[in-house]
């Protein structure tokens, strides 16, 4: 496994949504080799409305010259009062990020062969 940084704010360090965020950064790097870091920021900021806590959940991952940031940040979802939706969706998003990036630089490889 690449490097891997977690840091919680807002809430306590938590061993099982850190294992979590272990086990879904483990399956992107498997995925896209390239991967040279990931930072995740994981927290419980205190919401000024009548809704629970909701799951911030922030990421960096880095690719060869490029860092590819996701911020899920969703006030208005209910269903990121549970960190690990939160973080479920953020790792989805990065996924389709990442695979965008991964098939242009392969497209254009292609180009540069013919």
């Given at each position: 496994?690449?490097g891997?940084?977690?840091?919680?704010?807002?809430?306590?360090?938590?061993?099982?949504?850190?294992?979590?965020?272990?086990?879904?950064?483990?399956?992107?790097?498997?995925?896209?080799d390239?991967?040279?870091?990931?930072?995740?920021?994981?927290?419980?900021?205190?919401?000024h409305?009548?809704?629970?806590?909701?799951?911030?959940?922030s990421?960096e991952?880095?690719?060869?010259?490029?860092?590819?940031?996701?911020?899920?940040?969703?006030?208005?979802?209910?269903?990121?009062?549970d960190?690990?939706?939160?973080?479920?969706?953020?790792?989805?998003?990065?996924?389709?990020?990442?695979?965008?990036?991964?098939?242009?630089?392969?497209?254009?490889?292609?180009?540069?062969?013919?």
């Amino acid at each position: 496994m690449k490097g891997i940084e977690i840091s919680f704010r807002d809430m306590d360090p938590s061993d099982a949504i850190e294992q979590h965020i272990r086990s879904k950064a483990s399956k992107l790097t498997e995925k896209y080799d390239d991967i040279t870091g990931i930072r995740a920021v994981v927290g419980l900021p205190h919401n000024h409305s009548h809704k629970g806590k909701i799951a911030h959940v922030s990421l960096e991952i880095g690719l060869p010259g490029e860092l590819v940031a996701i911020t899920n940040d969703n006030h208005d979802k209910h269903e990121h009062e549970d960190m690990y939706v939160a973080l479920r969706d953020a790792f989805d998003k990065a996924q389709r990020r990442i695979s965008k990036i991964h098939d242009k630089r392969v497209d254009s490889k292609r180009r540069l062969m013919h």
